[in-house]
């Protein structure tokens, strides 16, 4: 373990110690949020690009690192938010330095890679947290709730953006379809039986573009998931077909819909049909803490050790290998049955619906 982690203990009154490396798109999250953090001290962040590095660093007076490693002796733990392909050797390099991580999703590029990333979070004792963000979004939280109670019989998954030259080292499944991978395995309460995928490629990406994949989970749930880097509009939503309810999650207007097929007359007292209601629509209440703020408060939790990731290391691994499985399908159309699966691991963990 790092001397960091043990010398200065991180109780309430010794903030927890934070780090942010990759200070693109999404590390500048990281670095905006936990300069706001209570509890916490921003102690620096670390980037290739110069430029980007200082202007952050001064941005929020911390430090900045060209080289990460000289972060990792002055922190108790660090946001890993470089480009994909990096998760693993920079992940390492932290854990091995007995750093706390969170490192964004997906957790690596490839299966080998995450079980090391995986193996290392248990041989140093460090918490090793997924950036599956949406597991913290609102409208996440209270569609889950609202399932706790309806049978559910199918499941809808779409996640679509319009074409961006950002995170262009991964297939759509890695970058935008395991978000909803990660939930599906969630909500859906059974091991996955079955599986089929395609999917396609625009002229100027070497990486799939739009995949559609159809799960069956063993309870008799199916799901469908679509993910898009080629759609003219964003789009981030699940909706859950229920023996009695339709409900939709919009995870962009942070809104739960409910809908319900209820029939209803009402007359005047002479007989006649005044109006006729059709069906209901309920609108759930949702909070609007911000789904970043939140998982980063988790994570700071788990490293004060009060807490379990939510999305540790393992989760975050089940849904890799589920992804890489739907990719290779869409890649060259395999088809996948239930002995195949099982041997994978791949199960689901939560609610029975
Ligand atoms: N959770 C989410 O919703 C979400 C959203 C976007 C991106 N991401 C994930 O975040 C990660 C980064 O994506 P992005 O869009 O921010 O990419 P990006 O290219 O905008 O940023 C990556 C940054 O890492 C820096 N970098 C590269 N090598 C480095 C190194 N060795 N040391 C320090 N810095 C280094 C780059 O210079 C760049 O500034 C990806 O894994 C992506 O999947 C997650």
């Not at 991180?10 to 999250?29: L, Y």
């Not at 916490?40 to 911390?62: P, Q």
């Not at 090391?116 to 996440?140: K, T, Y």
Request: aromatic fraction near 4%; charged fraction near 20%.
């Amino acid at each position: 373990m790092n001397g960091a982690n043990t010398e200065v203990p991180a109780t309430p009154s010794h903030p927890i110690r934070v780090g942010v490396i990759g200070v693109g798109n999404m590390g500048q999250h990281h670095t905006r949020v936990l300069s706001r953090l209570k509890n916490v001290e921003l102690v620096g962040v670390s980037d290739v690009n110069i430029e980007l590095g200082l202007d952050t660093a001064s941005k929020y007076r911390v430090r900045f690192f060209e080289d990460y490693h000289s972060l990792l002796d002055l922190v108790d733990a660090v946001c890993v938010a470089v480009p994909t392909r990096l998760h693993h050797s920079v992940g390492m390099s932290c854990l091995r330095a007995g750093v706390h991580v969170l490192i964004e999703k997906p957790i690596a590029a490839n299966i080998v890679e995450a079980e090391s990333l995986v193996n290392a979070a248990a041989e140093s004792n460090c918490i090793l947290q997924v950036g599956h963000i949406e597991r913290f979004n609102p409208a996440f939280k209270e569609l889950h709730n609202v399932l706790r109670t309806e049978e559910v019989l199918a499941l809808e998954a779409r996640r679509m953006s319009p074409y961006s030259d950002r995170a262009n080292d991964v297939s759509v499944v890695l970058d935008l379809m395991i978000h909803d991978i990660d939930l599906l395995l969630e909500l859906a309460g059974a091991p996955v039986a079955k599986l089929s995928a395609s999917g396609s490629r625009s002229a100027n990406s070497g990486y799939l573009d739009y995949v559609t994949a159809t799960l069956g989970f063993a309870n008799g749930v199916v799901a469908t998931l679509t993910a898009s880097k080629v759609t003219h509009r964003k789009i981030r939503s699940i909706a859950a077909h229920c023996r009695n309810s339709l409900t939709e999650a919009d995870f962009l207007n942070n809104e739960i819909l409910i809908h319900r097929q209820t029939t209803a007359n009402t007359m005047t007292s002479y007989g006649q049909v005044l109006y006729r209601q059709d069906g209901l629509i309920e609108k759930v209440y949702t909070s609007n803490t911000e789904p970043l703020h939140a998982e980063l408060e988790h994570f700071v939790n788990c490293v004060r050790g009060g807490e379990k990731p939510s999305v540790g290391g393992e989760q975050a691994l089940k849904a890799l290998r589920l992804a890489s499985l739907i990719e290779q399908m869409a890649l060259d159309g395999t088809a996948w049955h239930g002995e195949d699966l099982a041997a994978t691991g791949i199960e689901s963990t939560a609610i029975a619906v």
